[in-house]
């Protein structure tokens, strides 16, 4: 197969990515699988980004793509529209790949076509290399990937996806901050079988992603984290019919977004604010301590 309908197209979305995309790319081009192509998107980087990416043209053939600053679910869907693979892998740009991460998947979708997305265990780095923890990532016990995912932590680094099934799934929401890879991935999940390599094949830099890189307001970035998180979680409620386990997990993470906006409101100095939405996320999940212990220090502390 020539390059013209490359086996794999890998997205790589890079946003004030300078000092690592270079390894991401890198570590895609070290694969065993070889008919790769690479798009990678930048997404308004001020780093410098753009000039290591002319190079990393002229050395590693990749493909890259410039657009506005828009966010991550943008830049993916931008990547994908461009992707001519029979396979999408995603891979953001300060996490790399071991070289027969691609080998190892491509094994499974070509033997059992009824799976459509294979991903894998990860490790998660520090900046040195150093593993901090490793995830067994179709063994998640956190109550949200268990009921919607039946378990699969499937981090976007580790994603391999037939192109029918994620045009199936549809696009990634570009409303969406910090939420949008677990909202795909639970469309995903409705429209095709999961599988996962329990190996380590990608190594993940914790480090909050190149999304925060530059000089940026905490505040507004918070804001936009939980704004996402909020229309995240009205999403799923929009999913119908939900099983019981279903509901619970998403009542209990309505419970924590609510403890999240208390605090946020609480360190503001909004305190009947605060005791709004602790009393919210106890309505949402009125057996667990945390809504409470809160509701009762913003009480005391009322100034």
């Not at 799976?115 to 067994?136: A, K």
């Not at 009205?234 to 419970?255: I, K, N, S, V």
Request: proline share 4%; aromatic share 8%; hydrophobic share 40%.
């Amino acid at each position: 197969m020539g390059m013209a309908n490359p086996l794999v197209s890998v997205v790589i979305p890079v946003f004030n990515g300078a000092p690592f995309v270079e390894k991401a790319v890198e570590s895609v081009r070290a694969q065993t699988i070889k008919d790769v192509e690479i798009i990678v998107v930048d997404d308004g980087s001020t780093d410098g980004t753009q000039a290591v990416l002319a190079e990393l043209q002229e050395s590693k053939g990749i493909i890259w793509l410039q657009q506005e600053h828009g966010g991550p679910a943008r830049s993916r869907n931008r990547g994908i529209a461009a992707a001519r693979g029979e396979f999408v892998a995603l891979l953001d740009c300060d996490d790399i790949w071991l070289p027969d991460k691609l080998e190892a998947q491509l094994a499974i979708v070509r033997a059992r076509p009824e799976v459509g997305v294979v991903h894998t265990d990860y490790e998660v780095v520090d900046q040195n290399g150093v593993v901090l923890e490793r995830i067994r990532a179709r063994f998640s016990g956190e109550p949200l990937v268990e009921a919607f995912v039946g378990g699969h932590t499937a981090l976007p680094s580790s994603l391999l996806i037939r192109r029918p099934v994620l045009e199936k799934a549809g696009a990634l929401n570009p409303d969406l901050y910090g939420s949008e890879d677990s909202e795909l991935t639970i469309r995903l999940y409705t429209v095709t079988q999961f599988e996962c390599v329990d190996r380590v094949l990608v190594r993940k830099l914790q480090r909050g992603h190149g999304y925060r890189d530059m000089a940026f307001d905490e505040a507004l970035h918070r804001e936009k984290v939980l704004s996402s998180r909020k229309l995240f979680l009205e999403c799923l409620e929009r999913m119908h019919p939900l099983t019981d386990l279903q509901q619970a997990a998403l009542d209990r993470e309505w419970a924590n977004y609510f403890l999240s906006r208390g605090v946020v409101a609480e360190r503001s100095g909004r305190r009947a604010e605060a005791r709004r939405f602790y009393w919210q996320a106890i309505r949402k999940a009125p057996f667990r301590l945390r809504g409470y212990t809160r509701w009762l220090r913003a009480l005391r502390t009322w100034a």
